[in-house]
């Protein structure tokens, strides 16, 4: 169900990671902003090039979203976090769900970082030819190795830890409060849409420098080392460019996070319903 609603989600969205990640890797496009760009790589590359790489966001999403949205709930129940009766906004801690999040969320990480690489380098590829992710991960094999398509791990689990936990927490936690302000069921697209864009903003804010991160260790060049681990790309990018550098392209982050935040969970919580499973 997880891997469904991502899916259907990433394929509206996909051009906005496309602008986002071109923004965080050249000082150009940064100085373009977000609709520049987006004119700049359709003018210059076609239409389509706003989808380059969605066959392998697709597979990314498919283990990456479907583990860190799937075991959301499953992993509150392990580490013994769910609150009693059938509602357990109000006696869960905030702590605990936002620990499941992460939880869930470094486990999706390890699944999906081979397609996150890939998915990096098909985005950042200039051209009119829409690239091959055959190509590129056969190319990335030859000159790295497997280890190439694990490059940035330690920064996506971090991303990813931090991500699901602030989505998943902010969530569950901010439907508490809206049902109890407004009255709604849980199960009311009203109160899931308005806690999904609360935990989407919230997530931008607290993913922005992980992402930044995240995007220049996987986009280095196979014969460059830039950056030795997260660690020292974070030191350079803070000494080198400045502290703001990390929430640069935040407008973008929060134009992808806010409608795939927003339609993962919706569409999430629908395919639950069907399925006859109560509401986060």
């Not at 969605?54 to 860190?68: D, I, K």
């Not at 609150?83 to 470094?106: I, M, P, R, W």
Request: proline letters at 4%; glycine letters at 10%; aromatic letters at 10%.
């Amino acid at each position: 169900m997880a891997g469904t609603a991502a899916v259907i989600t990433v394929t509206f969205i996909h051009p906005i990671d496309v602008v986002k990640t071109r923004i965080q890797v050249s000082n150009n496009y940064g100085k373009l902003g977000m609709v520049g760009t987006a004119v700049k790589v359709t003018s210059d590359e076609g239409f389509l090039a706003l989808w380059k790489g969605v066959n392998a966001a697709w597979l990314r999403e498919a283990t990456y979203t479907s583990l860190r949205l799937g075991l959301y709930e499953p992993v509150k129940v392990v580490i013994g976090h769910v609150g009693s009766g059938n509602d357990d906004s109000t006696t869960a801690t905030f702590l605990g769900k936002f620990l499941a999040g992460s939880a869930a969320g470094a486990l999706g990480s390890l699944a999906g970082n081979p397609f996150d690489v890939l998915k990096t380098r098909l985005m950042t590829s200039a051209g009119k030819e829409m690239p091959s992710m055959t190509k590129t991960a056969i190319d990335l094999y030859s000159n790295l190795g497997i280890m190439g398509f694990y490059r940035g791990i330690d920064s996506n689990v971090a991303r990813a830890m931090v991500l699901n936990g602030t989505k998943m927490g902010v969530y569950d936690q901010s439907k508490g409060y809206v049902v109890a302000a407004t009255g709604w069921s849980k199960k009311s697209l009203m109160a899931q849409f308005c806690s999904a864009v609360i935990a989407g903003f919230f997530m931008t804010c607290t993913v922005a420098p992980f992402d930044m991160i995240r995007t220049r260790l996987m986009n280095q060049p196979p014969e460059t080392k830039i950056y030795n681990n997260a660690c020292d790309c974070m030191m350079k990018i803070a000494t080198k460019e400045g502290p703001l550098m990390f929430w640069r392209g935040f407008i973008p982050i929060w134009s992808r996070f806010a409608p795939t935040t927003t339609l993962q969970l919706l569409i999430f919580e629908q395919l639950r319903s069907v399925m006859g499973m109560k509401a986060i």
